[in-house]
């Protein structure tokens, strides 16, 4: 992956994140994609990591909690500093998420993700999500569900 592709690109980082990072696993390119002190709203709402360590904590447990997972980014709106994605997800509920227990059931997703950017790099990320668990369930990442120290 090329650094001057994703610096002229906005769109393309997310599409990057989206489709290698979050459907297939590949962590490794995170590194490329955000900077190290990057916030991810959606990890630090459960009280996870901050960091680039945060987003990676974040992309693990939602892979390790939605088995049989496919991705597919439905439009991304991009500027300069700004990116705007919109992507829903399939899966399996394998594993606690969102506060629910694991069902074994089919899942589905809407997904809004919004990536602030610097230097073409990830700054922040933040997320708005519909999830069809056994019961629906909305999250915002911009509305804490654990307090912030």
């Known amino acids: 992956m090329s650094d001057d592709l994703l610096s002229s690109n906005p769109g393309q980082l997310a599409e990057v994140y989206l489709g290698q990072v979050v459907a297939r696993g590949r962590l490794e390119l995170i590194d490329e994609l955000a900077h190290p002190d990057m916030v991810d709203e959606a990890n630090q709402a459960f009280g996870g ?3 680039r360590d ?3 904590a974040h992309v693990v447990g939602f892979r390790r909690n939605v ?3 496919e991705v597919s980014v439905e ?3 991009a500027a300069e500093d700004e990116v705007m994605a919109w992507w829903t997800f399939t899966g399996v509920h394998r594993g606690p998420w969102l506060n629910k227990p694991p069902t074994g059931e089919p899942i589905s997703g809407t997904v809004f993700s919004f990536f602030e950017l610097e230097d073409g790099l990830i700054r922040r990320y933040r997320v708005w999500l519909h999830a069809a668990l056994a019961e629906a369930v909305i999250f915002d990442s911009s509305r804490p569900v654990v307090p912030r120290a």
Do not use: A, Q
Request: hydrophobic fraction near 40%.
């Open 49 to 51: 990591p901050s960091g």
């Open 75 to 77: 439009r991304v709106v």
């Open 54 to 56: 945060g987003l990676v």
């Open 67 to 69: 088995g049989d997972l």
